[in-house]
């Protein structure tokens, strides 16, 4: 996936917009006007760094003279006290993006780190790690980036991408059948996704004609005779609380994708600090 700068300038403006809706009035007090200065970011932990087209831009659109130079590449696996980047420039306008470009940039790494690590635990698998729509909001352009930088697939990036029928739409469409049919009858150009939480709402699906089979909230023993029943006529997801299961062993059970809302919405920002 690559960035769209242009759907990640409004998250820059409406942020720097909220940090100094008025002006940054510690920094118009205390430095003298024209000093110039270099500053510099460091991992305080170990991670993977991702954001940094998106730290340089807050820079840019703070004071277009500033001078951003990456010092590692965009999903570079980063050791504790690594020099990530340099900014050079007027202080004053340094100072003004600095929490914005940091929140951004550790909030990204945190979630390619997170990503990165829930990837190297299925390695060897078929299973692939994909995310979810549980992003912040407002900034789920930089966050599903954030996910693919750290080796993740994105699901549905919104309503409009795909047909995923859950439990709410079957109950008001009167079970999965109706649903699937409804749905097929409205588009022949997507794939439909239903989930499921039993075997016979499994063998529905199937019946139905489901591209996609979500087995949510399944024991690890169901999951394995789930992905058995269905003999790769679906695609199989596992789901329901990822972020808190051994994903081995979710893995082992053949699942095609394990898809995990916690990579974003509970995810460690990983740490970065930016000293002059």
């Known amino acids: 996936m690559k960035l769209d700068m242009s759907l990640v300038d409004p998250i820059i403006v409406n942020t720097l917009r909220e940090d100094m809706p008025n002006g940054d009035i510690t920094t118009s007090a205390t430095i003298p ?27 840019a659109l703070v004071d277009e003279s500033l001078v951003f130079t990456p010092l590692v590449a965009e999903g570079q696996d980063v050791e504790k006290g690594t020099l990530i980047a340099r900014v050079e ?15 951004l940039l550790q909030r990204m790494s945190g979630i390619a780190t997170a990503t990165a690590q829930a ?32 080796g993740g697939l994105n699901h549905r990036f919104n309503l409009s991408d795909g ?3 859950k439990d709410n739409h079957i109950a008001a469409a009167g079970g999965i059948t109706p649903a699937v049919e409804a749905a097929r009858r409205a588009t022949h150009l997507l794939k439909i996704e239903v989930e499921t939480e039993t ?24 999951m394995a005779d789930m992905v058995q029943r269905i003999q790769g006529r679906a695609v199989t997801e596992a789901s ?8 081995a062993a979710v893995a082992a059970t053949g699942v095609d994708v394990i898809s995990i809302g916690a990579l974003t919405h509970t995810v460690q920002c990983m740490d970065i600090s930016l000293k002059f």
């Open 33 to 59: 006007a024209g000093t110039q200065i270099s500053g510099r970011f460091l991992a305080k932990q170990s991670g993977r760094v991702c954001g940094l087209e998106v730290a340089a831009r807050v820079f």
């Open 89 to 103: 420039g007027n202080a004053d306008s340094i100072l003004k993006g600095e929490r914005t470009a940091l929140n």
């Open 119 to 150: 990837v190297a635990m299925v390695q060897g698998t078929r299973a692939r790690i994909a995310d979810t729509r549980k992003t912040t909001p407002g900034l789920r352009v930089i966050e599903k980036y954030a996910v693919t930088v750290g």
């Open 163 to 165: 047909i995923l029928i």
């Open 199 to 222: 075997p016979e709402q499994v063998d529905e699906a199937l019946q139905a004609g489901a591209d996609v089979i979500m087995l949510d909230n399944m024991s690890l023993e169901m």
């Open 240 to 247: 329901g609380n990822m972020g808190e299961k051994d994903l």
